[in-house]
């Protein structure tokens, strides 16, 4: 637990939501989502402990997890994962600004603490992977076609 009142730099998503360019696989979508669930879930717990929300902050809380347990509960698609990405983000800064007002309301934040940095070398293994196989298909085929062309 936390209980410091304070956003680490990164929040719930690690900072990977604010790089200037991200190419997400449907694993990054998952891996994110289960990030997210987890702060969902421990802040939960802390809304239903802390007196100091008025009735307006909970039924917008209520509101806020049932839209949230709604998209996590959906298959990430292989094709339109980007689409899913930019929205579990959406959903991660929420819960950031959740977890600020949870502390400036509450005697302490419940859960896990956010994330410092996500784990990239998975990721980079990944596209460098798929970087090597379109060469080595562009590559192949320029071979052949010159094969062919005599």
């Given at each position: 637990?936390?209980?410091?009142?304070?956003i680490t730099i990164g929040g719930v998503d690690g900072g990977e939501c604010d790089a200037?360019?991200?190419?997400?696989?449907?694993?990054?979508v998952d891996a994110l989502k289960a990030r997210v669930a987890l702060q969902v879930d421990a802040l939960d717990l802390g809304v239903k402990s802390c007196a100091g929300l008025t009735a307006e902050d909970r039924a917008a809380?209520?509101?806020?997890v049932g839209t949230w347990r709604a998209f996590a509960k959906k298959e990430t698609p292989v094709f339109g994962a980007y689409g899913e990405?930019?929205?579990?983000?959406?959903?991660?800064?929420?819960?950031?600004?959740?977890?600020?007002?949870?502390?400036?309301?509450?005697?302490?934040?419940?859960?896990?603490?956010?994330?410092?940095?996500?784990?990239?070398a998975a990721s980079t293994v990944?596209?460098?992977s798929a970087a090597v196989l379109a060469v080595a298909v562009v590559g192949g085929g320029i071979y052949v076609a010159r094969m062919v062309r005599g």
């Open positions: 637990m936390c209980g410091c009142g304070q200037p360019v991200k190419f997400p696989w449907p694993s990054d809380w209520e509101l806020f990405w930019v929205t579990a983000c959406s959903y991660a800064h929420t819960v950031d600004a959740w977890r600020e007002k949870i502390a400036s309301k509450c005697s302490s934040v419940p859960g896990p603490n956010p994330i410092h940095g996500a784990e990239t990944k596209w460098v």
